[in-house]
């Protein structure tokens, strides 16, 4: 059954794939207390792939998993090997790497979408919430033609003139900075400040068109 267009286009500002919408029963995901990953980053430069086993049915990794395309159907959920740590509802996707202390830098390929939220989030947090959503996450998204920051579901405003092909984040564990850059000029066009507790991982929602990922890159000089 085909939803109407107005709740189909506010599922997707809201965050939560089209098909959600239509199950009756949520699943409850229980994460396991032990996780595994690759690797642990504690310097700089953190190089990740995106991690397929917390992908949502409706993402597909490509180029050696560094990137990410959303397709409106994607697969029914039942037929995706299950996995505790994989989105069940939300179209999210995390990178393969936890990050617990450090100053890193990657860029994200943004040119073919139009609705996508970029930034880290808890390496245990909740699958069954979005990026953006809760306290454990902290990201810049685009939407209607707009940026902005968000986190605990709360919707900054970002200035920004168009809309680049490409751009940056700079995370400082340490100093609880995540930046947004324009790696044109460079320079950080908006920054979110917090107390990071636990390890992060790279983290993104998609729904609509393709990201790829650029990581282990040096960070621009004259960012603060």
């Known amino acids: 059954m085909a939803l109407p267009t107005n709740a189909a286009r506010l599922c997707r500002l809201a965050g939560r794939t089209v098909t959600s919408v239509l199950v009756k029963h949520r699943r409850t995901v229980s994460l396991p207390t032990t996780r595994c990953y690759i690797s642990t980053s504690m310097g700089n430069n953190v190089q990740f792939r995106l991690d397929e086993r917390t992908a949502h049915s409706s993402l597909d990794l ?3 998993d560094t990137g990410v ?9 039942s037929h995706v090997q299950g996995n505790p740590e994989r989105f069940r509802d939300w179209a ?5 790497e936890k990050i617990s202390s450090g ?3 990657w860029e994200v390929t943004v040119k073919k979408s139009q609705e996508f939220r970029l930034g880290v989030a808890e390496a245990v947090m909740s699958r069954e919430d979005c990026v953006g959503t809760n306290s454990s996450s902290w990201v810049f998204g685009y939407a209607q033609r ?3 920051a968000m986190t605990s579901n709360k919707i900054v405003p970002v200035t920004l003139v168009g809309k680049p092909g490409r751009v940056g984040l700079l995370l400082d564990f340490e100093e609880g900075l ?3 850059v324009d790696i044109e000029k460079p320079r950080l066009i908006h920054s979110i400040r917090v107390q990071f507790k636990a390890p992060l991982c790279p983290a993104f929602g998609l729904w ?6 650029h990581s282990g890159l040096e960070e621009p000089e004259g960012l603060k």
């Open 208 to 213: 609509d068109g393709e990201l790829l990922t």
């Open 69 to 77: 395309i959303y397709r409106m159907l994607g697969m029914d959920p």
């Open 178 to 180: 995540l930046g947004l």
């Open 92 to 96: 999210v996707v995390f990178g393969d």
């Open 62 to 64: 490509f180029k050696k």
């Open 103 to 105: 100053r890193h830098y």
């Open 146 to 148: 707009k940026w902005f």
